[in-house]
C-alpha cells in the first residue's frame, strides 16, 4: 500500500493567494482527518471526515479555511486568502473504523507551508 | 479539559542507555493513549497504543509503555537506544478508539549521542 499520499510536500505562496493541499486516503479508510503543526501550538486537528462527511470542523481556525471530500480517495484543505500566521505542516491522516474499536490513524508526509 | 503533558521539551541519551519519556494526561475518564513518533521530514507513526487490559503494553522497534491509572502517565521505555531512534515523540490521548478529537502532547525532542 502506498499509504497516505499528500501533494505538495513543499508550498511556497504570497499573503493573499489561494492555497489548496491535497490528501489521497489509504484505500478502504472511512476515516480522514487533517491537522496543523506549528511550533507554538503543537499538532492541532483541524476537520475529520467519516465516510466522505465532515463530522467535527470545530479545529478550523477561521472561515480562511475549508475542507472538502468529494469522494473516498480525495481530500482538500484550501486557505483563502493565505496569511503569514498559516504557514506550519499541514498532515491527512486516514483510518478505517474496525468492530473492535482499535484502529490506527495513518499519517502522510505532510504539506509544509510557507506563507510570505 | 482533556489534555496531554510532556513535561520534558528534549532529552539526550547515549547510545546503548534507557530511556523514558514522560507523559501525563488530564481526563474525566479512562481515555485512549497513544504514543507516535516523528522522524524529521516525516509524518507521525505510531509506535504503540492502549485502550484496556494489560497496563504495560509493547509496540514496534523495541518500545514499551506503562499505563499508570493512579498516576495519569503513560510513559513510554526502552531498555537500549538507538542512533536511529533519534526523533520526535508524541503522546496523545483521545475520547474513544479511532482518535477521533485526539489531543496530541506537545512533543519530546530524543537526541542520541554516541
Known amino acids: 500500500d502506498a499509504g497516505v499520499i499528500q501533494s505538495p510536500r513543499h508550498e511556497v505562496t504570497e499573503m493573499g493567494q489561494e492555497v489548496t493541499l491535497r490528501c489521497k486516503p489509504i484505500?478502504?479508510?472511512?476515516?480522514l482527518f487533517w491537522y496543523r503543526q506549528t511550533m507554538m501550538r503543537g499538532l492541532e486537528l483541524l476537520i475529520y471526515?467519516?465516510?466522505?462527511?465532515?463530522?467535527?470542523d470545530s479545529g478550523m481556525p477561521e472561515d480562511r479555511f475549508s475542507a472538502k471530500m468529494p469522494n473516498a480517495s480525495f481530500s482538500t484543505l484550501k486557505i483563502q486568502p493565505s496569511e503569514p500566521r498559516d504557514s506550519a505542516v499541514y498532515f491527512c491522516?486516514?483510518?478505517?473504523?474496525?468492530?473492535?474499536?482499535?484502529?490506527?490513524?495513518?499519517f502522510g508526509p505532510g504539506t509544509r507551508l510557507l506563507v510570505l | 479539559a482533556q489534555s496531554v503533558t510532556q513535561p520534558d521539551i528534549h532529552i539526550t541519551v547515549s547510545e546503548g542507555a534507557s530511556l523514558e519519556l514522560r507523559c501525563n494526561y488530564s481526563?474525566?475518564?479512562?481515555?485512549?493513549l497513544f504514543w507516535y513518533v516523528q522522524s524529521p521530514g516525516q509524518g507521525l507513526q505510531l509506535l504503540l497504543k492502549?485502550?484496556?487490559?494489560?497496563?504495560l503494553v509493547q509496540g514496534i522497534k523495541g518500545f514499551e509503555a506503562e499505563f499508570k491509572r493512579s498516576q495519569s502517565s503513560f510513559n513510554l521505555r526502552k531498555p537500549s537506544v538507538h542512533w536511529s531512534d533519534a526523533a520526535e515523540y508524541f503522546c496523545?490521548?483521545?475520547?474513544?478508539?479511532?482518535?477521533?478529537?485526539?489531543?496530541f502532547g506537545a512533543g519530546t525532542r530524543l537526541f542520541v549521542k554516541a
Open positions: 491522516a486516514s483510518s478505517s473504523h474496525s468492530s473492535g474499536g482499535e484502529e490506527t490513524q495513518y
Open positions: 484505500s478502504g479508510h472511512d476515516y
Open positions: 471526515f467519516n465516510n466522505n462527511v465532515p463530522i467535527d
Open positions: 481526563y474525566g475518564a479512562t481515555p485512549y
Open positions: 492502549y485502550f484496556s487490559g494489560d497496563t
Open positions: 496523545a490521548v483521545a475520547p474513544w478508539a479511532g482518535g477521533f478529537k485526539t489531543i
